[in-house]
T-cell receptor, first 111, second 112 residues
Framework: DVKVTQSSRYLVKRTGEKVFLECVQDMDHENMFWYRQDPGLGLRLIYFSYDVKMKEKGDIPEGYSVSREKKERFSLILESASTNQTSMYLC??????????FGPGTRLLVL | QKEVEQNSGPLSVPEGAIASLNCTYSDRGSQSFFWYRQYSGKSPELIMSIYSNGDKEDGRFTAQLNKASQYVSLLIRDSQPSDSATYLCAVTEYSSASKIIFGSGTRLSIRP
């Protein structure tokens, strides 16, 4: 079974803090993704990576950065958290042109 | 902008009946199509994938694909209360080997 894990299920941070969200997959997938999901807005792609050290912007990259130093690990970084980044963050991984498998999600609250 | 359209619902279906969920997509080159189920507060989980025109059955679930009409559907037979969830339609983007475009989901409610 594919397993995608995320470092935290719930996180509370203060405005201006630097926030790291980490995602690990165990299926040797080339592709990894970060989404955020907000009520009424569906899944929105923040960044994705199709190989180690490679990254591409998604639909809403502003205020975020990513890092992929190893194939199994993809990190999302909020350089200076703001209240409008309060959301559910979902990591996913996949092989090319194939199904994406999601982690359990991190619910982030920025105060 | 490539899009995947779903009726947001809620779709209310009596227990034991057939629930029919529909999805249209704009990218004619899309090759792979998926249905995910998402319970409230949880992450999406894959329930069906379909790659060629026609029907694909898996237990109580049947996915239907019509590429000419750019239409995908999911039928759930003998609906159970545990089927109450949001169902996301997802379609691969032809120009990208990586990206999937998700619909905003249809909320399904099974009433006893």
């Amino acid at each position: 079974d594919v397993k995608v894990t995320q470092s935290s299920r719930y996180l509370v941070k203060r405005t201006g803090e630097k926030v790291f969200l980490e995602c690990v997959q165990d299926m040797d997938h080339e592709n990894m993704f970060w989404y955020r999901q907000d009520p009424g807005l569906g899944l929105r792609l923040i960044y994705f990576s199709y190989d180690v050290k490679m990254k591409e912007k998604g639909d809403i990259p502003e205020g975020y950065s990513v890092s992929r130093e190893k194939k199994e690990r993809f990190s999302l970084i909020l350089e200076s958290a703001s209240t409008n980044q309060t959301s559910m963050y979902l990591c996913a991984s996949s092989s090319p042109r194939s199904t994406q498998y999601f982690g359990p999600g991190t619910r982030l609250l920025v105060l | 902008q490539k899009e995947v359209e779903q009726n947001s619902g809620p779709l209310s279906v009596p227990e034991g009946a057939i629930a029919s969920l529909n999805c249209t997509y704009s990218d004619r080159g899309s090759q792979s199509f998926f249905w995910y189920r998402q319970y409230s507060g949880k992450s999406p989980e894959l329930i069906m994938s379909i790659y060629s025109n026609g029907d694909k059955e898996d237990g109580r679930f049947t996915a239907q694909l019509n590429k000419a009409s750019q239409y995908v559907s999911l039928l759930i037979r003998d609906s159970q209360p545990s089927d109450s969830a949001t169902y996301l339609c997802a379609v691969t983007e032809y120009s990208s080997a990586s990206k999937i475009i998700f619909g905003s989901g249809t909320r399904l409610s099974i009433r006893p």
